[in-house]
């Protein structure tokens, strides 16, 4: 299996821009998680789905962020519009559907807004 | 409330030496407890659980944790350290009721030759 697969790897934008950030979890993984990392805040979760369905989005920081899953294959993290202090890597993990089962992270989209 | 403690910002061991990172938590129910390690530009990776059963898990690379239940901690524990275990190491917690994994701030890990 390739992992979980995130693109693109970096991304920089200016402020104002939409920015979207995509990711493709294990097959057969039917919860997904999108991570904020940053120095300042450490790990953050912003939002996580199980079985394509938002269970808790209690972590997105603002309106601007948005996160979708259409199918068990694709997420999407949107931001819009960006923001500086949105700069940070922003990683996406999966996990099977029991609850002592490990999350497996991409290698994460690195976003500096300008 | 869920809640994950790791004291040390960063640990510093000569190579060869045994190694020791640390994590309390704070769960309402039974713990599942994790530790990740993350390598510079890379995603984290999961190195052990503990679930249920023997309080001393054995994980990836040499690393083994001992869950403690009175002292609510698991440990990291390695034998004898290697200069290529230098990463930032990260505990987490989920109670039995959520999805939900609990993170610490995180350990940087620094092995000296």
């Known amino acids: 299996d390739a992992g979980v697969i995130q693109s693109p790897r970096h991304e920089v934008t200016e402020m104002g821009q939409e920015v979207t950030l995509r990711c493709k979890p294990i097959s057969g993984h039917n919860s997904l998680f999108w991570y904020r990392q940053t120095m300042m805040r450490g790990l953050e979760l912003l939002i996580y789905?199980?079985?394509?369905?938002?269970?808790?989005d209690s972590g997105m920081p603002e309106d601007r962020f948005s996160a979708k899953m259409p199918n068990a294959s694709f997420s999407t993290l949107k931001i819009q519009p960006s923001e500086p202090r949105d700069s940070a890597v922003y990683f996406c993990?999966?996990?099977?559907?029991?609850?002592?089962?490990?999350?497996?992270f991409g290698p994460g989209t690195r976003l500096t807004v300008l | 409330a869920q809640s994950v403690a790791q004291p040390e910002d960063q640990v510093n061991v000569a190579e060869g030496n045994p190694l020791t990172v640390k994590c309390t938590y704070s769960v309402s129910g039974n713990p599942y407890l994790f530790w990740y390690v993350q390598y510079p530009n890379r995603g984290l990776q999961f190195l052990l659980k503990?679930?249920?059963?023997d309080n001393l898990v054995k994980g990836s690379y040499g690393f083994e944790a001992e869950f403690n239940k009175s002292q609510t901690s698991f440990h990291l524990k390695k034998p004898s350290a290697l200069v290529s275990d230098s990463a930032l190491y990260f505990c987490?917690?989920?109670?039995?009721?959520?999805?939900?994994?609990?993170w610490g701030a995180g350990t940087k890990l620094i092995i000296k030759p």
């Open positions: 993990a999966s996990s099977s559907g029991l609850r002592n089962n490990e999350q497996f």
């Open positions: 789905f199980n079985n394509n369905v938002p269970i808790d």
């Open positions: 987490a917690v989920r109670d039995g009721s959520n999805y939900q994994l609990i």
């Open positions: 503990y679930i249920t059963g």
